[in-house]
């Protein structure tokens, strides 16, 4: 038993190693020419903008039920002038910004396992190749950063979205104006909320385009490798997701101690 055990050990951080091997690699090629300035754009596309109706909507849906959650719990206290404040510190600090990195990670992540993959078992990686086209940047770094870039942009929507949503909870019970309930929702949020909780999506991007792309460059085993190479990129993609926010929120704290006070 103890023999099987060290020999998963051993499997499992082997694969850590490959993964962030191939992490440095494509941040190290990006600033190497050619600029696959076309695939990435596209990759912008694909991630960013095609992602908008389903952060939009999720966000705005998420805004409504921590509304009437939080309404129901200050409502105890008396505090409800201050469902706004709570509901927008809650969506930018940490709500919005883990809801859309799981999210893309279901999205992004399992298309970018299944397509990447879908072309390494079909050998279209092999022909990339054969033309002279470096498949290492042209698939995976235009991908990977793409979705670095697009995360934060995603966040500041699912944060609007959210706030939105929770307005519209809010009026729909007690008809507070517009203005006074943004006025209240971002009495209490500054910069120093905002742009660490938002930046660190950058390392939520990462995960997903690298893991992701990683889990299709080596792909194997026909279509039934790209059904568990799409499946595994979504599980995988999520896990390292919520394990690095808790050390990124240490760090923002360590940062910016007013944040945690």
């Known amino acids: 038993m103890f023999p099987q055990l060290g020999r998963a050990a051993v499997a499992a951080l082997a694969s850590v190693g490959e993964v962030s091997a191939f992490g440095g690699r494509a941040l190290r ?21 095609r992602s908008v109706p389903l952060v939009a909507t999720s966000g705005f849906a998420v805004g409504v039920v921590l509304s009437m959650h939080t309404r129901a719990s200050l409502e105890r206290f008396g505090a409800a002038s201050l469902i706004p404040a709570g509901l927008g510190i809650a969506l930018v600090r940490e709500t919005g910004p ?32 054969a033309t002279a ?3 290492f940047k042209y698939l995976a770094v235009t991908r990977v950063f793409a979705c670095m870039i697009a995360l934060p942009l995603l966040t500041t929507l699912m944060d609007f979205a959210g706030i939105m949503g929770g307005y519209a909870a809010e ?19 500054g910069f120093a909320d905002f742009v660490p909780s ?3 999506t950058t390392v939520f991007g990462f995960i997903i385009g690298t893991v992701s792309s990683y ?41 910016y101690p007013s944040v945690e006070g």
């Not at 019970?173 to 209490?188: D, H, I, K």
């Not at 790209?226 to 940062?255: D, E, H, P, Y």
């Open 29 to 49: 090629d990006a600033f190497r020419r050619p600029f696959e300035l076309a695939e990435f754009a596209r990759q912008i596309y694909e991630i960013g903008w």
């Open 98 to 129: 883990l809801i859309t990195g799981l999210l893309l990670s279901g999205r992004v992540g399992a298309g970018i396992g299944a397509e990447v993959g879908a072309m390494n078992v079909t050998q279209q990686i092999d022909a990339l190749e």
């Open 133 to 135: 086209v470096d498949s």
């Open 171 to 189: 009026a729909a019970v007690s008809g507070m104006p517009l203005r006074l309930y943004l006025r209240s929702a971002f009495s209490y949020v």
């Open 198 to 200: 938002t930046l660190k």
């Open 215 to 255: 889990l299709g460059f080596t792909t194997s085993s026909g279509t039934e490798g790209v059904g568990r190479a799409s499946t595994r990129a979504v599980v995988l993609s999520s896990i390292l997701i919520i394990l690095s926010n808790v050390v990124l929120v240490r760090l923002i704290f360590f940062l």
